[in-house]
C-alpha cells in the first residue's frame, strides 16, 4: 500500500513562507489527483489545494495568490509553497492522494504542523 509522508512544517513569522512536501512511497501521483488540506484545532478539516494528473490546480480563496501546489513526479512528491502566511494559516496540514473524483478513496498522510505567530 502506498504511504504518503509530509514534512516542512514549523514556526514562522507572519509573512513568512514555508514550503511542504508529499513524498509517496511509489509512483501514484501522475495519475492521480493530490489535494492538501488542513485541520486548525476545534475546526473540521478543510481543503486548501490540490493538483490534477494532467496538472491543473486549484486554490481555496483564503490561499489564492500566496499559495502554489506543484509536482514532481520524479521524485514521486508533491509541493505546497506557502507565502504571507497569516496567523490563521495555524493547522496541522495534510496530504492526500486519490483517483480523479473518488475523495472516498484518499490515501492520507500523517501530518505536518504549520504555526504561525502574529
Known amino acids: 500500500q502506498v504511504q504518503l509522508v509530509e514534512s516542512g512544517g514549523g514556526l514562522v513569522q507572519a509573512g513568512g513562507s514555508l514550503r511542504l512536501s508529499c513524498a509517496a512511497s511509489?509512483?501514484?501521483?501522475?495519475?492521480?489527483?493530490v489535494g492538501w488540506y488542513r485541520q486548525a484545532p476545534g475546526k473540521q478539516r478543510e481543503w486548501v489545494a490540490r493538483?490534477?494528473?494532467?496538472?491543473?490546480?486549484n486554490y481555496l480563496d483564503s490561499v489564492k495568490g500566496r499559495f502554489t501546489i506543484s509536482r514532481d513526479n520524479a521524485k514521486n512528491t508533491v509541493y505546497l509553497q506557502m507565502s504571507s502566511l497569516k496567523p490563521e494559516d495555524t493547522a496541522v496540514y495534510y496530504c492526500?492522494?486519490?483517483?480523479?473524483?473518488?475523495?472516498?478513496?484518499?490515501?492520507w498522510g500523517q501530518g505536518t504542523q504549520v504555526t504561525v505567530s502574529s
Open positions: 492526500a492522494a486519490y483517483p480523479a473524483g473518488r475523495l472516498d478513496l484518499r490515501t
Open positions: 493538483i490534477i494528473s494532467v496538472g491543473s490546480t
Open positions: 511509489g509512483s501514484i501521483f501522475s495519475d492521480n489527483t
